[in-house]
């Protein structure tokens, strides 16, 4: 089992930028596709972008294309999402996981299909 540890959470003005980081141990996840979710209060959880195992392809959802970039150094065995332009729509918690199934092509959207999660990091923008 992948432990997976996010950082790089906190306040920030509206269209201010923050970097995440999804540090993971136990496993190499080279080989695994991975997701970003949030979960704002009172919300579901939802897909924030994801990478396919190879970082060839990549998902965002509508409400942040042109404003996250999500990417991945498989030799540090850590996923990134840059997020740019920060909206105060923006605030949830943050999350990131790990497909359920190595080298499974493209990028998975579901929470389902992912295996292991982290504890999540804050998000709030500030108006």
């Known amino acids: 089992q992948v432990q997976l540890v996010e950082s790089g959470g906190g306040l920030v003005q509206a269209g201010g930028s923050l970097r995440l980081s999804c540090a993971a141990s136990?496993?190499?996840?080279?080989?695994?596709?991975m997701g970003w979710f949030r979960q704002a209060p009172g919300k579901e959880r939802e897909v924030v972008a994801a990478?396919?195992?190879?970082?060839?392809?990549?998902h965002y959802a509508d409400s942040v294309k042109g404003r996250f970039t999500i990417s991945r150094d498989n030799a540090k065995n850590t996923v990134y999402l840059q997020m740019n332009s920060l909206k105060p729509e923006d605030t949830a918690v943050y999350y990131c996981a790990a497909d359920l199934i190595p080298l499974r092509v493209g990028v998975r959207r579901a929470a389902a299909d992912y295996g292991s999660w982290g504890q999540g990091t804050q998000v709030t923008v500030s108006s």
């Open positions: 136990g496993r190499t996840i080279s080989r695994y596709s």
């Open positions: 990478i396919s195992w190879s970082g060839g392809s990549t």
